[in-house]
């Protein structure tokens, strides 16, 4: 098993709708993080974790500790959040990085 | 700022063959790191450094060398390519060691036939 699993792996929307996507994780993490891979390949950081909920602009990040799992919402999705967005976490026991597979984000017109 | 460079954007290369991937920062970050990514797969971490001199494996270094003779060059070496190194490649920095604080490069997709 991954250490870090996401879901759904391919997600296919239309502009507007509210997105959801999630990761979980089966070890002891110091922080969890979300990015951004756009179709050209650029990887950008969106937002690091250690508990409970950050926003910017129309992205909502949430991390339930407890359970070892964290969303990432778009809300009023847009064509231009077509991406891959990847969860990672830094690891406690030596700070090791583990990144996801990734979400492949579509957003329909 | 230029940021992270990374060239070549694109190469093939035959079996048995060697070269260098090139990394250039120019943000004065201590940290760089070299990542590979694999279709359907999470980024892999190859090699890192802490500072000019200083190089430690990541994840799946095998096959891989790499040398910081400057804060601002991280080059990455392939020696005697193998199809299994097919990959895209991708290098990144920061001023402390974390993921959010990381600038990623473009990107290097190498083909190994």
């Known amino acids: 098993k991954n250490e870090v699993e996401q879901s759904p792996q391919n997600l296919t929307a239309q502009e507007g709708e509210f997105i959801t996507i999630n990761c979980s994780y089966s070890v002891g993490i110091s922080a969890l993080h979300w990015l951004q891979q756009h179709p050209g390949g650029g990887i950008v950081s969106l937002f690091m974790l250690s508990s409970g909920k950050k926003k910017h602009g129309r992205l909502i990040a949430t991390i339930n500790i407890q359970e070892k799992h964290s969303s990432l919402h778009i809300t009023a999705s847009h064509p231009r959040d077509s991406a891959v967005y990847i969860c990672?976490?830094?690891?406690?026991?030596?700070?090791?990085?583990?990144f996801g597979k990734g979400t492949r984000l579509h957003i329909l017109p | 700022n230029a940021g992270v460079t990374q060239t070549p954007k694109f190469r093939i290369l035959k079996i048995g063959q060697s070269m260098t991937l090139q990394c250039t920062q120019d943000m004065n970050h201590n940290y760089m790191y070299w990542y590979r990514q694999d279709p359907g797969m999470g980024l892999k971490l190859i090699y890192y450094s802490v500072g000019a001199g200083i190089t430690d494996k990541g994840e799946v270094p095998n096959g891989y060398n790499v040398s910081r003779s400057t804060t601002e060059d991280f080059p990455l070496r392939l020696e005697l390519a193998a199809p299994s190194q097919t990959s895209v490649y991708f290098c990144?920095?920061?001023?402390?060691?974390?993921?959010?604080?990381?600038?990623f490069g473009p990107g290097t997709r190498l083909t190994v036939t």
């Open positions: 990672a976490v830094s690891m406690n026991r030596d700070d090791k990085i583990i």
């Open positions: 990144a920095s920061s001023l402390i060691y974390r993921v959010n604080e990381q600038y």
